[in-house]
């Protein structure tokens, strides 16, 4: 019984470790692009001007070793949330996003309207 204790949260716990350290992101200047998958590898492209909203999510225990999490709310019909594990806090991701968003909106003239 004690076994199985054990065995389970350590199955978990291996299984998550290889999602989060098998997901690669890239950021250009125009585009975000992620690459995830332990055997078969996926690629999702983004459009930064897409981006609506950018989010960062830090738990208690992400706290206490310096990582946070970088949620992106977009238009895309494919992705309408991208999400960004376990970044270290000092890499400012958001800040960047978000000036990166900005900039690529005044190149291309893109504004982004809510139609409901």
């Known amino acids: 019984m004690v076994f199985f204790a054990l065995i389970v949260p350590i199955g978990f716990a291996v299984a998550r470790y290889l999602q989060t ?16 998958g332990v055997f078969s590898k996926v690629t999702d492209t983004l459009e930064l001007y897409r981006v609506k909203d950018i989010e960062t999510r830090q738990p ?7 990582i946070e999490n970088v949620q992106m709310n977009t ?3 494919s992705s309408p949330i991208v999400l960004v594990d376990a970044v ?15 900039i690529i909106r005044q190149q291309k003239r893109v504004r982004e309207i809510d139609i409901e």
Not at 24 to 30: D, H, R, S, V, W
Not at 88 to 98: E, F, N, T, Y
């Open 21 to 36: 350290k098998c997901k690669i992101f890239e950021l250009t200047t125009q585009r975000v692009k992620v690459t995830s």
């Open 60 to 66: 208690f225990l992400s706290r206490l070793v310096g």
């Open 75 to 77: 238009s895309d019909a």
């Open 88 to 102: 270290p806090s000092s890499v400012g991701l958001a800040d960047k996003l978000r000036n990166q968003v900005e």
